[in-house]
């Protein structure tokens, strides 16, 4: 099927979207829709990540969940919310943490579109979600598609950054050629966690200190 997602990552992926578990996804889809249930994001959104940073572009994978399920939140990134969207706690706290670890002003926006622009993948696990019903799309397949889009990151690039926070996607270590990868793993940012160890973490710092010693241009964490 002739799936729209960025031509880099379509040559990369393109085997997928004729499995038989990518053609359930869509079936899945199609039929909850019918149902009459409201899914985010709005389907033009779905790989909004992949179309936001091209593969041979992607520097840094940061590994979400599931969309926000609230209306208006979801837009294809992980931890990421429209402009006009309050930020939800997750997100403050790593604005938190990114003004203590870098000292950048805590944004007014919560969209982090700039940063994918910049070659960070902000890649959910599971593409989509039912409205006010969190993980209700974990068993549709698309756990199958995003630990392939991470495998294949692993395999065919070198000397990216994969931020796992949470136990969820840490889980997702196992995937990561750590010889060849820098995997920084901490607490998820959630007001549950975040002080066990995600606040103190400077992945931020830590991050653009690695691009930048193998040659790769730092994220400008800026929004």
Not at 16 to 38: D, M
Not at 186 to 209: L, M, V
Request: proline letters at 7%.
């Amino acid at each position: 099927m002739n799936v729209q997602i960025e031509e880099g990552w379509k040559k990369v992926l393109g085997q997928e979207f004729t499995k038989p578990y990518f053609l359930q996804i869509v079936h899945f889809l199609k039929s909850e829709k019918n149902t009459g249930k409201i899914i985010y994001p709005p389907g033009s959104l779905i790989f909004n990540a992949f179309s936001m940073s091209p593969f041979e572009k992607t520097k840094l994978v940061l590994l979400g969940q599931d969309p926000y399920h609230g209306h208006g939140q979801a837009h294809g990134l992980s931890f990421s919310v429209p402009d006009g969207i309050r930020p939800p706690p997750s997100l403050q706290n790593i604005f938190k943490e990114l003004n203590t670890d870098t000292g950048m002003e805590i944004p007014n926006t919560g969209n982090l579109s700039p940063w994918a622009r910049q070659g960070s993948l902000l890649l959910n696990a599971y593409l989509t979600v039912e409205a006010k019903s969190p993980m209700s799309h974990s068993q549709s397949g698309w756990g199958i598609f995003t630990d392939t889009v991470i495998q294949k990151l692993s395999d065919l690039k070198r000397n990216l950054v994969f931020l796992l926070w949470g136990k969820f996607a840490q889980e997702k270590q196992a995937l990561i050629d750590e010889t060849k990868h820098l995997v920084l793993k901490a607490a998820h940012p959630s007001p549950f966690s975040a002080d066990k160890g995600f606040f103190g973490c400077r992945h931020f710092s830590k991050t653009n200190e690695y691009l930048m010693k193998n040659g790769i241009d730092p994220i400008d964490w800026k929004l």
